[in-house]
Nanobody, 122 residues
């Protein structure tokens, strides 16, 4: 299975931006649909965004639509999440994951990174 490592998290003020990266290694990255999920303290993990194998199809949660953009570079085997207009409620650990279908359900993702912390101060 593919191995995934996230980076790019940090502390940012409300209204600011961050770009998360997810570096993949192992089997062919372009074989997988990819997604971003997040989990805030005391809350369940929630879907953020997903992208098809070559980027033609994307899906976003209503909470981030219009503010976040998911993209991928298959040549670099890297997934990205550009986050703009960040809000304190975006504070969470963000994880990338790989699936065999374009899906919003976390149970459909078979490979996960460990996550990167994003903290948005008010």
């Amino acid at each position: 299975q593919v191995q995934l490592v996230e980076s790019g998290g940090g502390l940012v003020q409300a209204g600011g931006s961050l770009r998360l990266s997810c570096a993949a290694s192992g089997p062919t990255f372009s074989d997988y649909r990819m997604g971003w999920f997040r989990q805030a303290p005391g809350k369940e993990r929630e879907f953020v965004a997903a992208i098809s194998r070559y980027g033609a199809s994307k899906s976003y949660s209503d909470n981030v639509k219009g503010r976040f953009t998911i993209s991928r570079d298959n040549a670099k085997m890297t997934l990205y999440l550009q986050m703009n207009s960040l809000k304190p409620e975006d504070t969470a650990v963000y994880s990338c994951a790989a699936a065999n279908a374009l899906t919003v359900r976390d149970e459909d993702y078979h490979s996960w990174g460990r996550g990167t912390q994003v903290t948005v101060s008010s």
